[in-house]
């Protein structure tokens, strides 16, 4: 099983949400993993780190917990480094001094072979400690000619939203660390899982036929005899399964099943098979180069059409159309 740890590094000074943000992406991507067979489950874990272990002060003078300091760092973590926040320009060279113990720390982390996100002014700190010495990097636009002036020997470009080189991501923006969480995921649990948590981020900004993915059953069920059909059903998806297959699995009525199924997933139980059908059909269209009769088996249904036109009731689109809009394979 794969694993990635991610770490914040808090600073005083930093967006709550781009020290928070981030981690809840990769524990929801974990989550996403665990509930997909078609995904190769990945154990995520996080934390979050101030210089000694006290809670930081955020932009906002919301004084927040952490998890530890910077010793409690496990070896191997993936860093994420927001910075602290956006001061102005006249303060940036003494906040920089004031960070330099951090400057030599990361850049301990890093030739032991810890990956850097850097975001925000996170890129200074990085830049301060020799990390982008001679390198391409990016930055938080209205610091662009501070780090011209102060680091000559860097190529800027802060037109580039990311820029990756030997274990360090540059990326520009303030309050990106979604942006950041996504590219951890792409690179260190799969394409097919940032595609999905993306999904996740937009999906109520977007009209509904573009709602590619819905996460609508819950992955951990507060009724124990719900989370073990639902787990039941997952994995029999490919076949023809009925209300008496589901109840052959649980000590329980068909009327007491329907009230609870209802009450846990929102859907009666043939609703709620006929979605999880259907999200596996999606899943298989954008990860896959299967042709659509395999699918069509993979999923349960008796042919092509039947597919289709359950299809086309929840996406508003056929299989081919969503492969050909949102297939990985499609660019």
Same mark, same amino acid.
């Given at each position: 099983?794969?694993?990635?740890?991610? /770490?914040?590094?808090?600073?005083?000074?930093? @967006?709550?949400?781009?020290?928070?943000?981030?981690?809840?992406?990769?524990?929801?991507?974990?989550?996403?993993?665990?509930?997909?067979?078609?995904? *190769?489950?990945?154990?995520?874990?996080?934390?979050?780190?101030?210089? $000694?272990?006290?809670? @930081?002060?955020?932009?906002?003078?919301? #004084?927040?917990?952490?998890?530890?300091?910077?010793? $409690?760092?496990?070896?191997?973590? !993936?860093?994420?480094?927001? &910075? @602290?926040?956006?001061?102005?320009? +006249?303060?940036?060279?003494?906040?920089?001094?004031? +960070?330099?113990?951090?400057?030599?720390?990361?850049?301990?982390?890093?030739?032991?072979?810890?990956?850097?996100?850097?975001?925000?002014?996170?890129?200074?700190?990085?830049?301060?400690?020799?990390?982008?010495?001679?390198?391409?990097?990016?930055?938080?636009?209205?610091?662009?000619?501070? %780090? #011209?002036?102060?680091?000559?020997?860097?190529?800027?470009?802060?037109?580039?939203?990311?820029?990756? +080189?030997?274990? =360090?991501?540059?990326?520009?923006?303030? =309050?990106?660390?979604?942006?950041?969480?996504?590219?951890?995921?792409?690179?260190? !649990?799969?394409? *097919?899982?940032?595609?999905?948590?993306?999904?996740?981020?937009?999906?109520?900004?977007?009209?509904?036929? *573009?709602?590619?993915?819905?996460?609508?059953?819950?992955? !951990?069920?507060? $009724?124990?005899?719900? $989370?073990?059909?639902?787990?039941?059903?997952? &994995?029999?998806?490919? *076949? #023809?399964?009925?209300?008496?297959?589901?109840?052959?699995?649980?000590?329980?009525?068909?009327?007491?099943?329907?009230?609870?199924?209802?009450?846990?997933?929102?859907?009666?139980?043939?609703? @709620? =098979?006929?979605?999880? #059908?259907?999200?596996?059909?999606?899943?298989?269209?954008?990860?896959?180069?299967?042709?659509?009769?395999?699918? !069509?088996?993979?999923?349960?249904?008796?042919?092509?059409? /039947?597919?289709?036109?359950? %299809?086309?009731?929840?996406?508003?689109?056929?299989?081919?159309?969503?492969?050909?809009?949102?297939?990985?394979?499609?660019?």
């Amino acid at each position: 099983m794969k694993k990635l740890h991610c /770490a914040v590094i808090a600073l005083d000074g930093a @967006f709550a949400a781009s020290v928070f943000g981030p981690l809840e992406l990769v524990q929801a991507c974990g989550r996403l993993q665990a509930s997909l067979p078609e995904l *190769e489950p990945c154990e995520t874990s996080t934390e979050i780190l101030s210089l $000694d272990g006290k809670p @930081f002060l955020s932009a906002s003078s919301y #004084r927040l917990p952490v998890d530890g300091s910077l010793k $409690d760092l496990p070896r191997g973590s !993936v860093i994420l480094l927001p &910075g @602290f926040g956006v001061p102005r320009v +006249h303060r940036l060279a003494e906040l920089l001094k004031q +960070h330099a113990p951090l400057g030599v720390w990361l850049k301990r982390q890093h030739d032991s072979g810890s990956t850097i996100v850097a975001f925000c002014t996170g890129s200074l700190l990085l830049a301060e400690a020799g990390l982008l010495a001679r390198k391409r990097a990016t930055t938080y636009w209205p610091y662009a000619d501070f %780090f #011209r002036e102060r680091w000559p020997g860097i190529e800027l470009d802060p037109d580039a939203t990311c820029i990756e +080189h030997e274990g =360090i991501l540059n990326m520009s923006g303030t =309050i990106c660390g979604v942006d950041a969480a996504l590219a951890v995921i792409e690179r260190f !649990v799969g394409k *097919e899982s940032a595609r999905l948590c993306t999904k996740l981020m937009v999906m109520e900004n977007r009209p509904p036929s *573009e709602l590619r993915y819905e996460m609508r059953q819950p992955t !951990v069920h507060n $009724d124990p005899l719900i $989370d073990k059909a639902v787990n039941w059903i997952r &994995g029999k998806l490919h *076949e #023809r399964l009925t209300v008496d297959d589901v109840l052959r699995q649980v000590p329980t009525s068909r009327r007491s099943l329907n009230r609870r199924f209802k009450l846990e997933t929102g859907e009666g139980i043939q609703a @709620f =098979i006929q979605r999880l #059908r259907i999200d596996r059909a999606k899943i298989l269209l954008e990860t896959s180069s299967l042709p659509l009769e395999q699918i !069509v088996e993979r999923v349960g249904y008796n042919d092509a059409s /039947a597919l289709a036109r359950q %299809f086309k009731r929840y996406t508003q689109l056929t299989p081919n159309q969503y492969r050909q809009r949102y297939g990985l394979t499609q660019g």
